[in-house]
């Protein structure tokens, strides 16, 4: 196991969250989430994540109220977030469901992006 990249699991929720505490408003592969909610929803779901998200470790809420983001969550959603380069692939094997991954580098580090939101560095 001590060669195993480390991985994050996240709901699209959560990954536009993380996503925005780094500055961006826009995730290539992930459908707004937030889509036809209003307001006061969007803020009481953000609140929710938060308390979520700090539970599991991927953040820590300063008494202030700022947000500080593990490094590691950092690195991985910050190269959705922010990639150079990304390539979106579609998988069909026989007899099975497409299965779409969206791929994005950032210099010395490739996180892709599957179906269920793992984000899963690539490090060669």
Do not use: W
Not at 29 to 57: F, N
């Amino acid at each position: 196991m001590e060669n195993e990249a480390p991985t994050i699991t996240c709901s699209a929720q959560e990954l536009a969250f993380l996503a925005r505490v780094l500055g961006s408003d826009t995730l290539l592969g992930v459908d707004d989430p937030y889509m036809g909610r209003l307001a006061d929803e969007i803020e009481a779901a953000d609140l929710e994540i938060r308390d979520a998200l700090a539970g599991r470790r991927f953040i820590q809420v300063q008494p202030e109220g700022g947000i500080v983001m593990d490094v590691g969550v950092a690195a991985l959603v910050g190269a959705c977030a922010f990639p150079d380069v990304s390539f979106v692939a579609s998988l069909t094997p026989a007899g099975k469901e497409t299965v779409e991954r969206t791929l994005h580098v950032i210099p010395y580090l490739a996180v892709e992006q599957g179906p269920c939101l793992m984000l899963l560095p690539r490090i060669d």
